[in-house]
Each structure stands twice: as structure tokens, then as C-alpha cells.
T-cell receptor, first 116, second 110 residues
Framework: GAGVSQSPSNKVTEKGKDVELRCDPI?????LYWYRQSLGQGLEFLIY????????KSGLPSDRFSAERTGGSVSTLTIQRTQQEDSAVYLC??????????????FGPGTRLTVL | TQLLEQSPQFLSIQEGENLTVYCNSS?????LQWYRQEPGEGPVLLVT?????EVKKLKRLTFQFGDARKDSSLHITAAQPGDTGLYLC??????????FGKGTKLSVKP
């Protein structure tokens, strides 16, 4: 079956512009996670959705970052007024369930964001 | 805050050599996972270790979970150029989110 897909694969934007990154999880997966991978920083958790519950936004680095998940499926990560330090690869992952004993997370290929 | 420290950060070796990558924390994790990531792709799960002292083998890769469940190691025997990639260890946070180490970038030269 299809894996996690993300679009666009690459995004170049100018400082101050808003960007939207999209994630299509594996069908039937109720949990969806966004991570950011910066050079030399490893993967950093941003936000998590479980079904229709309120998302866990504890990892979002600032209020310029927001995300939504429509119909328990597709998710969009929005970064407003982008800054150069937002340049990174944004990865989305989905799993059948969440929690400390949740199932394996499957990652998409990521969106490489470059802010000039 | 739960943190995972990985070492070494970079490793460049010749084909046929052995290597070990370490993942350490001051926190106890219920499980630790190892991922491999290739350029332009997301991480792919290699193994999950759950029990303290557990050893798992995946062909030439051997994974060990420390007795106290605070550390783990990945040992590769007779490395091949196909083993080249970024190796990441990760533990689960309370919400199921993964807490990653910074990774070990492995290059195996023919």
C-alpha cells in the first residue's frame, strides 16, 4: 500500500512569507506526528494528532507555527512570517495508534524548506 | 527533559571493518528504537528493544539495550558500502512522540 506522502518535496521562500506543508498519512492510521530535522540538530518533535482529539502542540517552537488535521486524515503545517532559522527538513509520520506503547511510526520523505 | 546522546557523530570506515554506535541517556526509556535514514528519505525503523539487557540481531547488525534501559548500542560486523547512512536512536515520550538522538553519519568506503 501507499506510504506517507508529503508535498512539496522542496520549498524555497523569502523571509517573512507564509508557507504550507502537506502530509498524507497512511490510510487508517489515527496518529500523525510532525518533526523538524535541522542540520546538526537531529529530529525535533513539533506536534501530534490522535484521531479527533485536540493536538499536542508542546513541541512547536513559536506561535508562528500551527498545524491542522482535517477529517482525521490529511494534515497541513503552516509557518507564518518565515525566518531563516526555519530552514530545515519537515518530516511527517503516522502510526496506527499513539501513546508510550504506540505502533511503529512510518515516515514520509519530508519537505525541505529553505528560507532566503 | 529526556535527552538521548549519540556517539560518534561521524564515522568513516573501510569495507569489512566493524563499528559500534552508542546511544546514552540519564533517563529510563520503556523502549528504544534504531532507525536508518538515507538522503532525501524519512527514517526507517530497524529494530525496537524493550527489555533491559535485550540483544537483537538483524543480519550483520546487533542491537543491545542496557540493563537499566538508559542506553543502547548498535554494532555492525563487516560493514558494507550499503550500510552507509544516518543511524538514529529514539525513545518514546509520554505522548508517543519520538525523542531522537542527533544521529551518527556512517560512511563505508569500498
Amino acid at each position: 500500500g501507499a506510504g506517507v506522502s508529503q508535498s512539496p518535496s522542496n520549498k524555497v521562500t523569502e523571509k517573512g512569507k507564509d508557507v504550507e506543508l502537506r502530509c498524507d498519512p497512511i490510510s487508517g492510521h489515527t496518529a500523525l506526528y510532525w518533526y523538524r530535522q535541522s542540520l546538526g540538530q537531529g529530529l525535533e518533535f513539533l506536534i501530534y494528532f490522535q484521531g479527533n482529539s485536540a493536538p499536542d502542540k508542546s513541541g512547536l517552537p513559536s506561535d508562528r507555527f500551527s498545524a491542522e488535521r482535517t477529517g482525521g486524515s490529511v494534515s497541513t503545517l503552516t509557518i507564518q512570517r518565515t525566518q531563516q532559522e526555519d530552514s530545515a527538513v519537515y518530516l511527517c509520520a503516522s502510526s496506527r495508534s499513539s501513546g508510550p506503547n504506540g505502533n511503529e511510526q512510518f515516515f514520509g520523505p519530508g519537505t525541505r524548506l529553505t528560507v532566503l | 527533559t529526556q535527552l538521548l546522546e549519540q556517539s560518534p557523530q561521524f564515522l568513516s570506515i573501510q569495507e569489512g571493518e566493524n563499528l559500534t554506535v552508542y546511544c546514552n541517556s540519564s533517563s529510563v526509556f520503556s523502549s528504544l528504537q534504531w532507525y536508518r535514514q538515507e538522503p532525501g528519505e524519512g527514517p526507517v525503523l530497524l529494530v525496537t528493544v524493550v527489555t533491559g539487557g535485550e540483544v537483537k540481531k538483524l543480519k550483520r547488525l546487533t542491537f543491545q539495550f542496557g540493563d537499566a534501559r538508559k542506553d543502547s548500542s548498535l554494532h555492525i560486523t563487516a560493514a558494507q558500502p550499503g550500510d552507509t547512512g544516518l543511524y538514529l536512536c529514539a525513545g518514546r515520550g509520554s505522548q508517543g512522540n519520538l525523542i531522537f538522538g542527533k544521529g551518527t553519519k556512517l560512511s563505508v568506503k569500498p
